[in-house]
């Protein structure tokens, strides 16, 4: 079993940046490739980006290519989500996953979910 706890979100103004976390729980995680999801008002969870175990493989949405990083942490157990140039369409709720196996971009592929953190970016 995996738990995971995100943070790091807020409210900030169009342009600014945020760092998001993911903290997992289960000796396990690290050998489970991770992903970030986003949730805005009134649309459906969409990908943003994944990693492999090792942080060997990656995978962006196109929406944030350019301007988001992933990374992981394995001898903390914590995914990161680096957001720059944050606008107003990437207000969500983000999600962080967990899935053993290789990186996937589709949202039933993972097994392991957050309860999400709320970011907001004023324009």
């Known amino acids: 079993q995996v738990q995971l706890v995100e943070s790091g979100g807020g409210l900030v103004q169009a342009g600014a940046s945020l760092r998001l976390s993911c903290a997992a729980s289960?000796?396990?995680?690290?050998?489970?490739?991770a992903g970030w999801f986003r949730q805005a008002p009134g649309k459906e969870r969409e990908f943003v980006a994944a990693?492999?175990?090792?942080?060997?493989?990656?995978a962006y949405a196109d929406s944030v290519k350019g301007r988001f990083t992933i990374s992981r942490d394995n001898a903390k157990n914590t995914v990161y989500l680096q957001m720059n140039s944050l606008n107003a369409e990437d207000t969500a709720v983000y999600y962080c996953?967990?899935?053993?196996?290789?990186?996937?971009?589709?949202?039933?592929?993972?097994?392991?979910w957050g309860q999400g953190t709320q970011v907001t970016v004023s324009s």
């Open positions: 996953a967990a899935r053993a196996g290789v990186v996937r971009t589709r949202e039933g592929a993972y097994d392991y």
């Open positions: 990693l492999s175990w090792n942080g060997g493989s990656t």
């Open positions: 289960g000796r396990t995680f690290s050998t489970y490739a």
